[in-house]
């Protein structure tokens, strides 16, 4: 069986923490506030640099870690909604700054799920026989979007980047099943940074600003909690497995009050799920590779453990993935 499977993990975050009391300083809010509503404390702010400093960070740090030349490298996805620029791509922007001269680089746009809609089509390309390995990151500088005037949303994100470096490989390493899905009907319950159509020929007055966040956190909640529960019960499913033989469930770390009433409804106590929410925010496609790549440094990822990966975000979208380490 032909498979993709993760060689190196590794990570580019800010050194600026913005603490819950650092908030409270420039908003109405405080510590107990925001913990109470989401399990965070405090989040990484980038101090004036963009997506593509953080996304390089990571990006070397795979590459070293993976024992492999930038020149090998194949294919770079980048997942993000907060590039440096509308074009070019963040990849390509990865692939100037590392020198991997000699692979193929292009973004995916799918907000939180991002990182694991990228590594699903890294996965085809590389069981396709198309590549031998791909970089995907998920990065996001979500603190050039939000209004830190508006304490309902600016509370929650953070900023940073982290990846996997992907080989192909013919064990039973790697990813398995996945579950992917969109739901655009709903896309206006979370948008960012609108782009209107103001040009010298027609009358459509142009935009002052980039535009914020804006978000209907209640239909967020209840669209979230219920896709865990559903991506992780089809997977498991599929795959012919019960929660018991899953190491670690990884979720994208939105708000730990979603995680917790998922693990209600699943009957899997929350120590299963890898959280570190309280101290990254946020970060919508940079969540779940940050999270593997701290359990990787940390050593709790061992060879042939199974763990879910799931996200879900704008679009609204959401994806499940089942992985052998």
Known sequence: MVTSKIVATGAGIPSQIITNDDLAKIMDTSDEWIRQRTGIGERHI?????LSYYTAQAARQIIERAGITPEDVELIIVATVTADYCTPSAACMVQKAVGAVNAVAFDVTAACSGF???VSVADKFIRCGVYKNALVIGGEILSKIVDWKDRS???LFGDGAAGVLLERSE????ILIEELGSKGDMYEVLTARKLVPSNAFNQVEAQTECGH??????????FATKKIVSGVNKVLETAGLSAEDITYFVPHQANLRIVEVASRKLKIPMDRFYINIEHYGNTSAASIPIALNEMNEKGL????????LCGFGGGLTWGTLL???
């Open 153 to 155: 949303t600016c509370v």
């Open 171 to 174: 064990t039973e390493e790697g």
């Open 116 to 118: 694991l809609y990228g």
């Open 46 to 50: 980038s101090g004036g640099e963009d």
């Open 323 to 325: 992985v052998q380490w």
């Open 213 to 222: 966040v804006t978000m209907d956190g209640r239909e967020v909640f209840k």
């Open 301 to 308: 990822l061992k060879k042939g453990d199974k763990i879910i």
